[in-house]
């Protein structure tokens, strides 16, 4: 972490804030789907119940389950990364992870034809853009 008086240190903020936000939002929702595991998949069978997604919930719920812990995982690995050694080379990687994520659930709000659900996740995609571009700049 560089010093608070550092030309380097708003940058890095802009490297660790969407890092930070993002290893929260995923250690949450992941940790929730695999706590409350037939909750969502109740809840996502009737969500996509008129959709071409009816039949594969379960597999669906799975993957994006793995797929979320990972995102939360790598972001906090990366957070850690960023705070003692200053490199955002894992936080990269994490957010990268968080941005597929978003992109998944967009997909599937917007083919469940959840429009209003689906209007959310650009401002949470747009959080994973500028810490890729943040963190893409800081890898050396």
């Known amino acids: 972490m560089p010093a608070l008086t550092s030309i380097r240190f708003a ?7 969407p890092t930070a936000f993002l290893a929260i939002l995923f250690l949450q929702s992941g940790i929730d789907k695999i706590i409350d595991f037939r909750g969502n998949q109740g809840y996502l069978t009737q969500h996509f119940g008129r959709s071409p ?7 669906m719920l799975v993957t994006l389950t793995i797929i979320e812990v990972s995102a939360g995982v790598l972001c906090a ?9 200053g490199v955002p080379r894992i936080a990269f990687w994490g957010i990268t992870v968080a941005a597929i994520a978003f992109l998944a659930l967009f997909l599937g709000q917007r083919i469940a034809k959840d429009y209003t659900g689906a209007a959310v996740l650009p401002a949470y995609f747009l959080v994973a853009l500028v810490g890729l571009w943040m963190t893409g700049r800081g890898i050396r």
Request: glycine share 8%.
């Open 11 to 17: 940058p890095w903020l802009l490297q660790a804030l």
């Open 53 to 59: 997604l009816r039949g594969v919930v379960t597999p």
């Open 77 to 85: 690995v990366g957070l850690v990364e960023l705070l003692v050694l």
